[in-house]
Structure formats: C-alpha cells, structure tokens
C-alpha cells in the first residue's frame, strides 16, 4: 500500500465527496475516462449502500502495487446491520431500496476484483479493485 485515503459517509454531499476523491485518485494513477467513469459509479453505488442501509461508514482508497500492476483498491465499510443473505443481494435485478436493482452485480462488472464480507449486526465490508491496462 503506497498511499490511503478516506471519506465518511453519513450525508448524501459525502457520496459526491466520495466520487471526486475516487476519481480523482484514479486519475493520478493513470487511469482513462472510461475506467474513472466505471471507478466512480462503482464508489457512487457502494457510498449510497452505506448511506441507505448502514447510516454511515467511509468509503477508503488505496493505489496498490503488486507483482508489477498498478491499481485502486476501494474499500466501503460500515457498523450497519449487516447482509442477510450475500448470494440474494448479488443476484441482478434484487433491490430493497426500490431501485434499478444494478447494485452490487454491477459493481462487481464494473471492477476487476470484488469481495464482500458481512455479519449480520456487525456490519459490511467490500473491497474492489480496479488495475491499470
């Protein structure tokens, strides 16, 4: 890890705060309009997780290096209550929010690596990676 970064989430304005961190972070990586796009719908997706379902959390940014790529890793944690069911909520089109129902599949086609961990009553954490072409 050469460099973090974090932004809590407890307002709507700290998911658009989220979202410029993010982008700008993979813009100093290197990363091209499209892959910034991709990169702050899928930290827009989580940061709206965190405010609708948790209340509040942070939405962290690491620029990792391993075995010679170059990426951003986001990782969205929160105390909320937790996901019930993990394989439901990455089934597309399954919303509780009344939503598009996009959420965490399409975060997780939006990124190169996506992992999720959650206790019921403990809280959700989920980690993406993005690596530079």
Do not use: H
């Amino acid at each position: 890890m050469e460099n973090e970064s974090y932004v809590k989430i407890i307002t709507e304005w700290d998911i658009v705060a989220a979202r410029q961190l993010g982008r700008n972070v993979a813009k100093e990586l290197g990363f091209g309009s499209v892959d910034q796009a991709r990169i702050t719908t899928a930290i827009s997706e989580l940061a709206r997780n965190i405010y609708l379902y948790a209340g509040r959390g942070r939405i962290e940014f690491e620029t990792i290096n391993e075995f010679e790529k170059r990426g951003i890793k986001v990782i969205a944690t929160d105390q909320g209550p937790g996901i019930q069911d993990i394989r439901k909520v990455m089934e597309d089109g399954f919303t509780t929010s009344g939503g598009l129902g996009a959420g965490l599949p399409g975060v997780k086609r939006l990124m190169d690596d996506f992992d999720i961990t959650s206790t019921v009553g403990g809280g959700t954490c989920i980690q993406v990676i993005k690596w530079l072409r």
